[in-house]
């Protein structure tokens, strides 16, 4: 099924994620193969429709940073650091692989290495859906080694997507986020 992203399809969108049903829609830097993130199975069906390892790390995607606390205990060093980050690249979008002891609700068997990979979006309609669906799993659209898909006439490519959400003046979007180590502090991509 395909949809377009905005304000009215919201709640089609929120009650597939809900439903751990896998969609496509766009993020902060490019489409996205998404579910929710509190389903640790989602995981190992993005990343077989991807064919790629079954536990590889995904995003996973946050509302705010507000949502992000109530799921992760962040320490304020490391929370202070993501922030002197993101304010010295302020118009980018950037995922964070940090190292996390406790986790309130996302399941620990997400953590193949204690770590995990976040981003809170900055696209005003995808923050209401992850406000109201909770956070979701997020990939880009390609399979293993390939490049992400870009063009949205080709976003039907992929079997096992339940919804294909697309956004007309999304268009410019062509690069994944920065993917910075906060404990390592360096730039992986």
Do not use: W
Not at 140 to 165: A, R
Request: with cysteine; proline share 3%; hydrophobic share 35%.
């Amino acid at each position: 099924m395909l949809t377009k992203i905005s304000i009215e399809e919201t709640q089609k969108i929120i009650n597939s994620i809900k439903n751990n049903q896998i969609i496509i829609l766009p993020s902060d830097s490019i489409y996205g193969i998404s579910a929710s993130a509190l389903d640790y199975n989602n995981l190992i069906r993005i990343n077989k429709i991807k064919q790629r390892n079954l536990y590889q790390h995904l995003i996973i995607l946050f509302a705010s940073y507000e949502q992000l606390l109530s799921f992760i205990d962040i320490d304020d060093n490391t929370l202070k650091q993501i922030h002197e980050y993101e304010k010295n690249n302020i118009n980018k979008p950037i995922s964070f692989l940090i190292e996390v002891q406790n986790l309130n609700i996302i399941s620990k068997n997400n953590l193949k290495d204690n770590k995990i990979l976040f981003r809170v979006v900055k696209h005003k309609i995808l923050q209401k859906i992850i406000k109201q669906s909770g956070p979701i799993y997020s990939t880009s659209v390609n399979l293993n080694k390939e490049n992400p898909i870009i063009d949205i006439s080709k976003l039907n490519y992929f079997e096992g997507i339940d919804l294909l959400c697309y956004d007309i003046e999304f268009q410019n979007k062509t690069k994944p986020s920065i993917i910075y180590d906060v404990n390592n502090k360096t730039q992986i991509r």
